[in-house]
């Protein structure tokens, strides 16, 4: 894998410190301005800065935990342990589905039986920049009334008929991590079309501060609620600090200009990548459409531990660094902190079972060569 900063954004970074009076370095007017460049990016109205995704799934849980109170979140096994943490550390109950291996989001039909009345919310991830929404998830989310978060902290640029994802849900999530499409060397966002959904992530993203909130006839209310409060103290919810730093701000801002091209080439790659690749050793035949992965996708259609193994080995020969388990390293709920609290039925999670054991991700990197996808290739068909 490779960096994104470049020399640019070092010295975007430069010039922005080099100013004659020293600018402020905590949350300030970078950050608004790289929080509105990236909503005109995306499309969404409000999108709030924080200091890692997450910190971003991590609030948008207490959010809508102190909005619409406790119930079930239902989640995929393959994710980023931190959409997991989240849902439990806000109160929620995590109830999981599993995957399909077309698109690596849930499982249709059981994602129908896994909704009960007590779920608040479906929390998607859009898995290496694979979309993972389909009309019948939208529509199911709006007829049992059911709020759904997107999880795109690895797809930003991916697409659901040609509209950017993250703009679909009631609210998103995404990582600007090392490798990610664009990084901020630690960084992500929030992302939603509520206003009160805002401004409470607002106050939980400094400490649950009221006074963080822009909206004076919502502040009006809790300081009505608590008149014997001094209005700069007012904390509505136990939480966090979150906050970003203007210099990841500033490196963002450099780094939103170029994403778009630089997700042309990883586009680009995928495609040639995909195509090469020997269908008959591999699965291929994924839900391509608005694509935009900043990693390879490698995944044994035999469930053969030797081929496996073999596969590894040569890889590690060969110095092409990789990942097993795609997303966050397989199955969740095979790891430590899921199984001590929880007791879970494996024969439900076949797909992601076999994502865990025969499943890999590899970096696609918009300076990658197309000897270097050749070599990959050929290395992985010879298998
Ligand atoms: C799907 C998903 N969600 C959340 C995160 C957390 O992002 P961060 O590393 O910025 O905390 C990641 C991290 O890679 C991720 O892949």
Not at 285 to 291: A, K, N, R
């Amino acid at each position: 894998m490779s960096d994104n900063i470049d020399k640019e954004d070092i010295q975007s970074l430069i010039d922005f410190l080099n100013q004659e009076s020293i600018p402020k370095l905590t949350n300030g007017p970078k950050v608004m301005e790289f929080e509105n460049a990236w909503g005109d990016w995306l499309g969404t109205k409000y999108n709030l800065m924080v200091n890692s995704g997450a910190s971003a799934n991590e609030l948008t849980m207490l959010a809508l935990n102190y909005i619409h109170g406790e119930g079930e979140v239902i989640l995929p096994p393959l994710t980023w342990i931190s959409d997991i943490s989240s849902v439990i550390f806000s109160g929620f109950k995590p109830v999981f589905c599993d995957i399909n291996l077309k698109n690596f989001s849930f499982d249709l039909d059981k994602l129908k039986e896994t909704i009960t009345p007590n779920t608040k919310a479906i929390f998607l991830t859009h898995v290496l920049g694979i979309n993972g929404l389909t009309d019948e998830i939208i529509n199911l989310c709006n007829e049992r009334n059911i709020l759904l978060i997107e999880d795109v902290c690895e797809s930003h640029g991916a697409t659901f008929k040609n509209r950017k994802v993250g703009s679909f849900g009631f609210a998103s999530n995404f990582s600007f991590y090392f490798a990610h499409h664009m990084s901020t060397i630690e960084g992500g966002m929030i992302c939603t079309n509520d206003e009160r959904f805002y401004q409470i992530c607002r106050a939980l993203r400094s400490h649950g501060m009221m006074r963080e909130m822009t909206n004076e006839n919502l502040k009006e209310e809790i300081i009505n609620e608590n008149p014997d409060l001094n209005k700069d103290f007012i904390f509505i919810r136990p939480a966090h600090n979150f906050r970003s730093t203007e210099l990841n701000a500033v490196i963002g801002l450099s780094q939103l200009k170029k994403l778009d091209s630089n997700n042309i080439n990883r586009i680009q790659n995928f495609k040639y990548f995909m195509e090469k690749l020997d269908g008959s050793k591999y699965l291929t035949d994924f839900e391509m459409d608005g694509q935009c992965n900043y990693a390879f996708i490698v995944v044994l259609r035999e469930q053969s531990f030797e081929k496996r193994d073999a596969l590894e080995l040569v890889l590690k020969e060969n110095g092409i660094e990789f990942r097993r388990g795609l997303s966050g390293g397989g199955n969740q709920l095979r790891q430590p902190y899921f199984k001590k609290n929880y007791t879970i039925d494996y024969n439900d999670f076949k797909n992601i079972d076999h994502v865990h054991n025969f499943g890999w991700y590899i970096g696609n990197y918009p300076s990658l060569e197309i000897s270097k996808i050749d070599t990959l290739v050929s290395i992985l068909n010879k298998l």
